[in-house]
């Protein structure tokens, strides 16, 4: 058996256990705080695609409301913006539906390239 030879000796291996688990909080904490960041990160970019998405559907009703006044009858039109137009990468797309009774459908999405792109849509009716 070995013997202790001072009374700092027993706490060497307490001391050593107290820093592994600071250092698995540190790292714990370190790690919840990146995917925070990463999730907040993406969610803004989320917001941003859709706010993008509604500014695009708004377009659109303006558009078609210019196109109503010029010539009252029934339309369909689908205005892609091509990688450049908004985004140096990313294109976006809006359809625009009108009846004959000035019923306007306008459906925007943006970006097109994702897999389940921010999708608004606006109805107006022109008549009125």
């Not at 013997?3 to 060497?12: I, L, M, N, S």
């Not at 904490?29 to 706010?51: F, G, K, N, P």
């Not at 509604?54 to 659109?60: H, I």
């Not at 450049?84 to 797309?93: D, F, N, Y």
Request: charged share 25%; with cysteine.
């Amino acid at each position: 058996m070995r013997q202790r030879t001072g009374p700092g000796e027993q706490r060497r291996g307490s001391v050593s256990v107290f820093v592994l688990i600071v250092i698995l909080l540190m790292a714990g904490i370190i790690l919840a705080r990146a995917r925070h960041t990463i999730t907040v990160h993406r969610q803004s970019r989320i917001d941003e695609y859709h706010l993008q998405s509604e500014l695009l559907a708004d377009a659109g009703i303006r558009l078609a409301r210019s196109a109503w006044e010029t010539t009252p009858e029934a339309w369909e039109y689908d205005w892609i913006l091509p990688p450049g137009t908004v985004h140096e990468t990313k294109s976006g797309r809006v359809r625009i539906t009108t009846t004959n009774d000035g019923v306007c459908s306008v459906e925007a999405q943006y970006p097109v390239e994702m897999e389940h792109p921010p999708r608004v849509t606006r109805t107006k009716d022109f008549a009125k």
